[in-house]
T-cell receptor
Framework: AQSVTQLDSQVPVFEEAPVELRCNYS??????LFWYVQYPNQGLQLLLK??????LVKGINGFEAEFNKSQTSFHLRKPSVHISDTAEYFC???????????FGAGTTVTVRA | DAGVTQSPTHLIKTRGQQVTLRCSPK?????VSWYQQALGQGPQFIFQ???????QRGNFPDRFSGHQFPNYSSELNVNALLLGDSALYLC?????????????FGPGTRLTVL
């Protein structure tokens, strides 16, 4: 069974500074990996996904993530954040032969001016 | 292109009651998954419906049941509500020309059990 650990529960960051959100997964098989964002009182929006191919994945809103199989990690990065990036971010893993997503506990990003 | 829609947006029930939540998938999708998100936690998989059958189930009791209709929309039913069932219930759809693992979420239904 897959599981996800998001290493930071809260990340405060200043506007226009870079941010990195860390995600580690445990799985004995190949995986699909996802990052979702949740704004207050809303559902989840897909930021980016890794299914196969290039390990550097680019998503919406300037976010990117790198799949590192040897370290079983899928860290999310943005070079310059905006106030509007304040939200909850979730990393999720899925087995290609399975159908469910297993989520981490989330990382709260607060961007300050 | 309409995304995933859910109704109602908010619901208040008392312990022991039953509730039905509804979901319409994104156009072109044939699969619906349901997740429970307790306050301050990540979503937990409840079950997935495909071709009107429950294809996979998470670690939830039988009080949680569902249904999928021929038009791919879905319902989540919860019987004998407990205080601990208070959560945001998220519906996600997938399918079409994309992997079934690539799921698109609706805005959720906030259920409060008093």
């Amino acid at each position: 069974a897959q599981s996800v650990t998001q290493l930071d529960s809260q990340v405060p960051v200043f506007e226009e500074a870079p941010v990195e959100l860390r995600c580690n997964y445990s799985s004995s098989v190949s995986v699909y990996l996802f990052w979702y964002v949740q704004y207050p009182n809303q559902g989840l929006q897909l930021l980016l996904k890794y299914l196969s191919g290039s390990t550097l994945v680019k998503g919406i809103n300037g976010f990117e993530a790198e799949f590192n199989k040897s370290q079983t990690s899928f860290h999310l990065r943005k070079p310059s954040v905006h106030i509007s990036d304040t939200a909850e971010y979730f990393c999720a893993v899925s087995d290609p032969n399975d159908y469910k997503l297993s989520f981490g506990a989330g990382t709260t990003v607060t961007v300050r001016a | 292109d309409a995304g995933v829609t859910q109704s109602p947006t908010h619901l208040i029930k008392t312990r022991g009651q039953q509730v039905t939540l509804r979901c319409s998938p994104k156009s072109g999708h044939d699969t619906v998954s349901w997740y429970q998100q307790a306050l301050g936690q990540g979503p937990q998989f409840i079950f997935q419906y495909y071709e009107e059958e429950e294809r996979q189930r998470g670690n939830f009791p039988d009080r949680f049941s569902g249904h999928q209709f021929p038009n791919y929309s879905s319902e989540l039913n919860v019987n004998a509500l407990l205080l601990g069932d208070s959560a945001l219930y998220l519906c996600a759809s997938s399918g079409g020309d994309r992997s079934y693992n690539e799921q698109f979420f609706g805005p959720g239904t906030r259920l409060t059990v008093l």
